[in-house]
């Protein structure tokens, strides 16, 4: 049994049914147009202030981007029971589930690429370290895809996802040193704000953008790996437990 | 001849609700097996453990001789699934689902296209293929899904109520299309409300009363207790009170029962005259309107075996349909 066809077929079909629908690519779009303009418009200082707001605009879009979309993908599916359809499909739950959520996790990417391209205009970005940027935004769109999926599985109605979505998004705006330092949290949140995994991918963007980093890079990566590791294990022991009941 | 499906002492519960309780049998390669039972007998949570959306709390399973106890999808390659309900993908057409699910099963491209031709051919709605499968009737939908659980060709193919929602001509092509598919070697899965569905289209029935097989076995032998058994139907108005306490008392060989409003039913060892019967009814201010006699069928053998009237066991279904 060829499972790469599977595999395939189910990305596209997500893609093509989800993320490619009008409103999705309009989303993708103005919301980070939004972010961008409100963090500008609010710091109040000049264009040279595009640099710093930018890893935080990228990591939100990434953020929103890819956990909104899973629960359409996911619980919808679930919901209306066409989920059970690629439970019975002769593929491992592991791939199944990869190819359930590579389309957020190229959605996602694609978000963090729309402030880029729009700082572009204002901006010189010569001095980003791009490899790190680029790796960085993977690691973001893969890690929030499958904080997403958590809450997704952990959901019975759409509605249920989008709200426990929320409690985890709008937090870490502000806990997790996208626009307001760490060091300057109140110091009863701060270890909270390392308990969070886009902490982490925070300041990997920040290295990459302005080199204001506080963590190794490579220490960076590997906690994001080891948030992406346990967040995609966790979902899965939720599916087998919950809906192969 | 090889073994399709083994199932040895199911068990399943949901919290206190045991809704598989130690189901055993066998369904044998290129067999039409029929599981037959009233709602919420367990015949869809029997399928759910057999095609690996469900776990057993205990027992064995085996699908094609995989293993598939503790690894529920073990055997789903070889296996095609038509659900109680439609679960297709309502945002794509058609064609675009045929190809989807080909797709999941690893069929390459060109191969996925032409069996969905041929699928919508041979179920009528080839007109339909490009239209989204959200705005199919419910017939068009029931057919499509039943199109999607062949369209990879599996050696054991099973349906959960294939033919409840749609019309008779619909009804008779799947039926036709299920004989034809058996005929090429798939072994059939089938549960029903329709006794005369079960009767017409499996070699062997299990009947399924809250969660335990009561009976197993092929449609003749089934049928053979009640083979010598003489039914007689009386349709009747303005029978007296206390009738069958009168009828069984004149006529003390033969059974009386009275299975709905203005109908009697007379059932006997031997041939049953309708003369005198027809007499009594009559000398008793009764007006018969038809006394027709009956050949003995599995809804008797259904009826006698679960307690279930066959006729509430179909109602209860369509209510629940109508309902959800």
């Known amino acids: ?245 | 001849m090889k073994e399709a499906i083994f199932v040895d002492n199911l068990v399943k519960r949901f919290e206190s609700v045991t809704a598989v309780a130690g189901v055993s049998f066998s369904v044998r390669q290129g067999e039409r097996f029929g599981f037959l039972g009233p709602n919420g007998a367990g015949k869809t949570t029997t399928i759910n453990l057999l095609t690996g959306l469900a776990r057993p709390d205990a027992g064995t399973i085996r699908i094609g001789g995989i293993p598939c106890t503790d690894k529920p999808g073990a055997g789903q390659h070889l296996i095609g699934v038509v659900p109680d309900e439609s679960n297709l993908y309502p945002e794509l057409s058609g064609f675009d689902n045929l190809c989807f699910c080909g797709a999941l099963y690893g069929l390459e491209k060109r191969q996925r296209v032409r069996r969905a031709h041929n699928l919508l051919e041979a179920f009528g709605l080839t007109p339909a293929a490009d239209r989204k499968f959200g705005g199919y009737s419910k017939g068009m939908k029931r057919k499509l899904t039943i199109a999607a659980g062949i369209i990879h060709r599996p050696a054991i193919l099973f349906l959960d109520e294939p033919t409840t929602g749609i019309d008779v001509a619909s009804a008779r092509k799947v039926r036709q299309l299920i004989a034809e598919l058996n005929r090429t070697g798939t072994t059939i899965f089938l549960t029903t409300h329709y006794i005369e569905e079960a009767q017409r289209l499996c070699d062997r029935i299990a009947f399924i009363v809250d969660g335990h097989i009561v009976a197993i076995d092929t449609v003749d032998h089934l049928l053979q207790p009640i083979q010598q058994t003489h039914v007689l139907l009386i349709a009747c108005t303005d029978a007296p009170s206390g009738i069958l306490n009168h009828l069984s008392e004149a006529f003390p060989r033969l059974g009386f029962t009275i299975p709905r409003l203005g109908q009697i039913r007379v059932e006997s060892a031997t041939p049953v005259g309708v003369g005198p019967l027809v007499r009594f009814l009559e000398d008793r201010g009764a007006e018969v309107a038809e006394a027709r006699r009956v050949r003995p069928s599995l809804e008797e053998v259904f009826v006698r075996i679960t307690g279930v009237e066959a006729d509430a066991m179909g109602r209860e279904k369509i209510t629940r349909k109508g309902s959800s």
Request: net charge positive; glycine share 8%.
């Open chain 1, 1 to 245: 049994m060829k499972r790469w066809i599977a595999f395939w077929n189910i990305l596209a079909k997500d893609v093509r049914t989800y993320y490619l629908k009008p409103p999705n690519v309009s989303w993708g779009i103005i919301f980070p147009l939004a972010w961008t303009g409100m963090f500008f418009i609010k710091s109040g200082s000049g264009l040279e202030s595009i640099l710093a707001i930018l890893p935080g605009v990228v990591a939100v879009s990434i953020l929103f981007g890819t956990t909104s979309m899973l629960a359409v993908t996911v619980t919808f599916e679930k919901k209306n029971r066409s989920f059970e359809r690629l439970l019975l499909a002769p593929i491992p739950l592991e791939l199944l589930m990869i190819a359930k959520t590579g389309g957020a996790i190229a959605f996602g990417v694609v978000n963090a690429f729309v402030p880029v391209a729009m700082a572009a205009f204002f901006v010189d970005l010569s001095g980003v370290a791009w490899g790190v940027f680029l790796s960085s935004v993977c690691m973001i769109a893969v890690v929030s895809t499958f904080l997403g999926l958590f809450i997704a599985v952990a959901a019975s109605e759409v509605f249920e996802a989008q709200t426990f979505s929320n409690f985890f998004r709008f937090p870490m705006i502000f806990l997790c040193g996208l626009f307001f330092p760490i060091d300057q949290l109140p110091l009863f949140v701060k270890p909270l704000a390392y308990v969070l995994p886009l902490t982490y991918g925070a300041d990997l963007l920040h290295g990459a953008v302005h080199g204001g980093h506080h963590m190794p890079f490579s220490l960076d990566f590997f906690i994001l790996g080891l948030f992406c590791a346990t967040l995609f294990a966790a979902s899965l022991w939720n599916i087998r437990r919950r809906w192969i009941v």
